[in-house]
């Protein structure tokens, strides 16, 4: 605090201001880039989606690297790049699940609970759905140990539940899966996130569907 003792107040108010400044144009970009890949995601042509997410990546790291210790920035370059190496769907997607890995963990080490745990649910599902070793590095009881840690932090979210429902099904636990498919079916609204809303519960419904007719 000493450092700005001796700055005049209106000197010190002009920093804190150029901080919210900063911080609020990161959080617009960031936001964007949210917005922009539940469009690819849910509302553009699956053949388009290869591209659409590369240049998303692009520009998704870009934000990450102007702004390195923001641990929001990290963890949308993890989103989009865990999406592009899903619509790339062959060997070629190890790289970019090994990049989503890398930032999703970075952003993890910044702060564990940003955006209410998110990092936890997207890396714990990277860990239910890439191959194990030695083709990569899939890991179910990691993936519980991540998706553990998100529905702790977020009980209600709609992602963390879907997801959750997703490694249990993979772990045939089919009842246990089928409560938290209801409870992403169940999830409450986002503000400014209806398009990826929706789409989560398009899949949750599918899922959910799928799961009560096998079972049968």
Same mark, same amino acid.
């Given at each position: ?35 922009? !890949? ?37 963890? !949308? ?28 963990? =970075? ?10 745990? #998110? ?9 239910? @759905? ?40 993979? =772990? =045939?636990?089919?009842?246990? #899966? ?6 992403? @079916? ?31």
């Amino acid at each position: 605090m000493k450092i700005f003792s001796h700055l005049p107040l209106f000197a010190l108010s002009g920093l804190i201001i150029i901080c919210f400044t900063v911080h609020a144009e990161v959080n617009t970009e960031i936001q964007q880039v949210q917005k922009e !890949w539940a469009r690819i995601k849910y509302t553009v042509d699956k053949k388009q989606h290869e591209n659409a997410l590369k240049n998303l990546a692009l520009k998704a790291s870009a934000i990450r690297k102007l702004h390195p210790d923001n641990a929001d920035a990290h963890l !949308w370059e993890g989103i989009v790049l865990s999406t592009y190496a899903g619509a790339i769907g062959t060997l070629r997607a190890l790289d970019a699940v090994t990049e989503s890995r890398d930032a999703l963990e =970075k952003s993890l080490k910044i702060d564990p609970e940003a955006s209410k745990g #998110a990092a936890s649910t997207y890396l714990g599902t990277l860990y239910v @759905l890439v191959p194990e070793w030695p083709i990569a590095f899939g890991d179910l009881d990691l993936a519980k140990q991540y998706l553990d840690k998100a529905i702790m932090l977020n009980p209600d979210d709609i992602d963390a539940n879907l997801y959750y429902g997703d490694f249990l099904k993979k =772990k =045939k636990k089919y009842k246990q #899966a089928e409560v938290f498919y209801k409870k992403a @079916l169940s999830a409450p609204a986002r503000p400014g996130r209806e398009v990826a809303d929706e789409g989560r519960r398009n899949e949750a419904k599918e899922r959910l569907e799928e799961l009560l007719a096998n079972s049968k």
